[in-house]
């Protein structure tokens, strides 16, 4: 052939083209190895996560707020706005239920990230009020990220969810106490995949509207008696994406950044708690997300290498919203002592909370799943008046000993409870700043707990506010 027929030169020098078509180069005869890259290296930066251990409302907001002070970035990975977080800073009580707590530090970027399930109308409303009440929020949209994959709660899910309430009490004559704010229903939109996200909202609306006629309309064929106004809803969801776009994010991206690039304090919020997880909580009575630290990984895109100290939050005795199994509730002077003096009311609902005794079996179940570095054990100061406190450390079914906490529900209704009995301290202990200055009793009790779970306990809460929350270690 001739030379001139563009023939390749196939010795490793650059290629030309042949009858018009460019040829790809050959690889060299070797690639030089990184031998670096054998060695294993610890990740650059890690997350620090805060999870509830027993079924929610431990005050994970407070130690939240606490390890926010100094961090970074501060992120929520499942749940929406069924969650409740009370923060008091500077006098000023600040509800939270999707927006993460750590939004008041000034210093730190808020993240929700894609395990979260958003309801815009709840996002902005949030904001508003909260805004209302002290300086604490100012400026939240310059230092909140939204990840693009998070899914959109919409009001017909709400509305599902409270139809589906009301079709289980007349079904069954029990329901699940919910909170009614669609995050099942947008859940289960998520795992059937007809779900919406964030990214289509804020891309082609005319293709995100299409989705959304379709998906309103397969509710409404599943819920004949829903109502939905459809075109009012996607004249409101036309509006917060534009409000919505500056702050949305590739969320993958962006925790990879943080990740691996300069040192960084990064904090994770997790919501509800251990026994609402649901995969290992009390089945049905539980939220639709995994609250557990497997979420962590899956909520925000991070790498089970990149999860560092799992701080577990415990409330010095047990409460619970709604229905289901309660081993240590007490209908009695005590339960409404513990309600009335812990001022036990959801945040989000505003329901009465059930109280009973602090039940170690289920913290210990909560610990073999997230396997918690240390707890934070909170309001302490609630039992001050209590002359003796009992403690849960075994059940029972049929009088044999459960060598382990049940998975099923007509089980856990049946369990009978072995408790210790400690001595109270019957004194205040609001004005406490340090391990020492806690009462005798009131110390024992903290060791007693750590001895059971063997796991340190590194805060106690002894108040409502920031500084009352003593650091052990």
Same mark, same amino acid.
């Given at each position: ?7 390749? @030169? ?11 078509? #460019? +040829? ?12 670096? =890259?054998?060695?294993?290296?610890? #990740? ?37 706005? @069924? ?14 239920? =999707? ?20 309801? =815009? ?33 919409? @009001? ?36 059937a995949r007809n779900g919406l996200r964030v990214c289509d909202l804020v891309s082609d609306f005319k293709v995100f509207e299409d989705k959304f006629r379709m998906l309103a309309e397969h509710f409404l064929t599943m819920y004949p008696n829903l109502k939905v106004d459809i075109d009012s809803e996607l004249n409101q969801l036309k509006e917060y994406a534009e409000r919505l %776009? ?5 969320? +993958? ?30 089945? #049905? ?45 007490? @209908? ?19 329901? %009465? ?8 079996? =289920? ?39 459960? !060598? ?51 796991? !340190? ?17």
């Open positions: 052939m001739a030379s001139g027929s563009g023939m390749a @030169n196939l010795n490793g020098q650059d290629t030309v083209a042949v009858n018009g078509e #460019p +040829v790809v180069k050959r690889l060299r005869e070797s690639i030089q190895y990184d031998s670096s =890259l054998r060695t294993p290296k610890e #990740p650059q930066n890690k997350v620090t996560v805060v999870l509830g251990a027993q079924w929610g409302d431990e005050g994970k907001g407070k130690v939240v707020d606490l390890l926010a002070m100094d961090a970074d970035i501060v992120c929520r990975c499942q749940g929406g706005n @069924n969650a409740g977080h009370t923060v008091v800073v500077d006098s000023v009580e600040y509800d939270f239920h =999707l927006l993460p707590s750590g939004v008041l530090n000034k210093k730190a970027v808020s993240f929700i990230g894609n395990g979260v399930v958003i309801h =815009l109308p709840g996002l902005f409303e949030e904001a508003e009020k909260n805004l209302h009440k002290g300086k604490g929020l100012h400026g939240w949209e310059e230092r909140l990220k939204i990840s693009d994959r998070a899914h959109i709660v919409f @009001n017909f899910h709400q509305a599902v969810d409270g139809i589906q309430e009301q079709q289980r009490q007349q079904q069954e004559g029990k329901n699940l106490g919910t909170t009614k704010k669609g995050i099942g229903p947008a859940y289960s939109s998520k795992a %776009r500056p702050l949305v994010t590739d969320g +993958v991206y962006f925790m990879h950044k943080a990740l691996t690039g300069p040192s960084k304090k990064i904090l994770v919020e997790g919501a509800n708690a251990a026994l609402l997880d649901i995969d290992f909580g009390t089945y #049905p009575f539980v939220t639709s997300s995994n609250c557990t630290v497997g979420g962590v990984c899956t909520g925000l895109g991070v790498p089970p290498s990149h999860v560092g100290r799992v701080y577990g939050v415990v409330k010095a005795y047990t409460t619970r919203v709604g229905v289901g199994a309660f081993p240590t509730e007490q @209908n009695n002077d005590v339960g409404d002592l513990l309600q009335s003096k812990g001022r036990e009311f959801g945040v989000t609902t505003g329901r %009465r909370r059930r109280c009973g005794w602090l039940d170690l079996i =289920l913290v210990r179940y909560a610990h073999m799943v997230n396997g918690f570095s240390a707890i934070a054990l909170t309001k302490l100061d609630i039992l001050d008046t209590l002359p003796e406190i009992k403690v849960a450390v075994a059940y029972k079914v049929d009088g044999k000993p459960l !060598p382990s906490f049940p998975a099923n529900m007509d089980v856990l209704t049946r369990v009978s409870v072995d408790y210790e009995t400690l001595p109270g301290w019957c004194c205040s202990t609001e004005a406490a700043r340090s391990l020492e200055e806690l009462p005798q009793q009131a110390q024992n009790y903290i060791r007693f707990i750590e001895n059971f779970l063997q796991v !340190p306990v590194k805060w106690v809460g002894v108040g409502k506010s920031r500084e009352s929350m003593i650091k052990l270690f």
